[in-house]
């Protein structure tokens, strides 16, 4: 990639966060909207059991996110010898034409389908977006270039989320969604015109990005993710009812859960970004340490409106703040396959998403409340914790057994990989 000056430099950086920005938005307003989503796709069974059509309609969260983890694989390790910013722009397309069938298409079964396509270019597009930032960014700021991408996933949750939430309450759930492919389609002119040239990695192929999958690491690492941030979503997923229901506000202050959320996110991926560059180690444990404090929080203090504001604002700043750590350790971790390593951590990430929604929901349906899915959020965000744990002490392991190598055998030179492969 050609040297650029700092404005360039800026200026690239944005039109991939604007991404970010599209890509936050459209994954996360089906959740600010679900009642609505309910109520139009699913109106028979929504006005029998409301609770039901709402846990019905979270499964569009779910195929958004299944989308993710079958299409970020299988795009990143795929296109790998393609230059990047031509498959940036190929996954912008697909973004743009998926949001718009959700917007127009007429039922329920077919919005379904089209939220699933709609994924698939979402954890590719992140983890291409990342490993240009990160050569933009330059030597030791890896993870604050992981993190600049993923702000705009964040400011999304600020600005984007809340904004088309209370258009899509006002002007119907379609007109949300065709506000989103508009934001994809701008971003593909952003890109088109601000990211450099970027040639894929050298070397790089299909077999090699697959070998990441040889690395028992590489799979803990995405349990790690799938299982921890799926806390998260548990939550989050049903967020409209949460306040609705436990706190007892009325549909128009969602939005301003939703900004009040989203600053939080903003917060906590600056700062992950930080720790990530300065103690990949401590970063982990520290941000699960505290997602599962802040679902506590909003478990025990959400029948309150300080409460919720508060929990909200916590749960938004820990679980972004453990991303970019995320991120950077399976990046480590997978070896020269950094392509799809990138991409897996939103496989992962949107794992969780899926899994949070799906056990949210039945604890929901199941008639335990609207506050049960926090505690289903904490029991899989202590999982991700102790997964954590596993990693790093299987690492101690393996970097004890080749030092002892070492020590016996001082003339077989460096061993260079301290990841065990199968």
């Not at 009812?241 to 939005?255: A, D, E, M, N, R």
């Not at 009040?260 to 340490?289: E, Q």
């Not at 190598?405 to 199968?422: A, F, K, L, N, Y």
Request: with cysteine; net charge positive.
């Amino acid at each position: 990639m050609t040297t650029l000056t700092p404005a360039r430099k800026t200026a690239a950086l944005l039109a991939l966060a604007l991404g970010g920005f599209a890509i936050g938005t459209t994954e996360f307003v089906a959740m600010g909207l679900l009642p609505n989503l309910a109520s139009s796709l699913l109106h028979h069974q929504y006005v029998v059991d409301p609770e039901a059509g709402i846990a019905h309609a979270g499964w569009l969260v779910s195929a958004y996110a299944l989308g993710v983890v079958v299409g970020a694989p299988t795009i990143a390790a795929a296109a790998a010898r393609f230059p990047r910013k031509q498959l940036l722009l190929g996954l912008l397309v697909g973004f743009t034409l998926a949001t718009v069938a959700s917007a127009v298409l007429p039922s329920f079964g077919l919005v379904l389908a089209a939220r699933f396509v709609a994924g698939l270019p979402h954890g590719a597009y992140f983890g291409i977006a990342s490993l240009v930032a990160a050569e933009i960014m330059g030597p030791g700021s890896r993870g604050k270039g992981v993190s600049m991408v993923l702000g705009g996933l964040t400011i999304a949750n600020v600005v984007g989320v809340p904004l088309v939430t209370f258009i899509g309450q006002h002007a119907g759930w379609r007109a949300a969604y065709l506000i989103v492919a508009a934001l994809f389609a701008l971003t593909f002119v952003a890109v088109a015109t601000l990211v450099p040239f970027h040639p894929a990695e050298p070397g790089a192929s299909f077999r090699r990005e697959l070998r990441a999958f040889r690395v028992p690491q590489v799979w803990i690492m995405m349990a790690c993710g799938a299982i921890g941030f799926g806390g998260f979503f548990a939550v989050y997923s049903y967020i409209s009812p949460l306040v609705q229901h436990v706190t007892h506000l009325p549909v128009s202050f969602v939005p301003f859960v939703l900004v009040t959320v989203g600053v939080g996110m903003t917060v906590g991926n600056i700062a992950g970004g930080h720790f990530a560059d300065v103690d990949l180690r401590r970063a982990m444990y520290v941000g699960f340490a505290a997602l599962i404090a802040a679902l506590l929080l909003v478990t025990l203090t959400a029948a309150t409106v300080v409460g919720l504001f508060v929990g909200m604002f916590a749960l938004g700043a820990t679980s972004s703040m453990i991303s970019p750590s995320v991120q950077s350790r399976l990046m480590d971790v997978a070896g020269e396959s950094k392509g799809i390593a990138a991409a897996l951590n939103h496989s992962a990430f949107n794992i969780g998403n899926s899994l949070g929604a799906l056990l949210g929901g039945s604890a929901i349906a199941a008639g335990w409340g609207y506050a049960a899915p926090g505690w289903i959020g904490i029991v899989l965000a202590l999982l991700g914790l102790g997964i954590i744990t596993i990693s790093f002490s299987m690492e101690r392991r393996t970097n004890r057994r080749t030092a002892l190598v070492r020590d016996q055998h001082p003339r077989t030179g460096p061993i260079t990989s301290p990841v065990p492969t199968v």
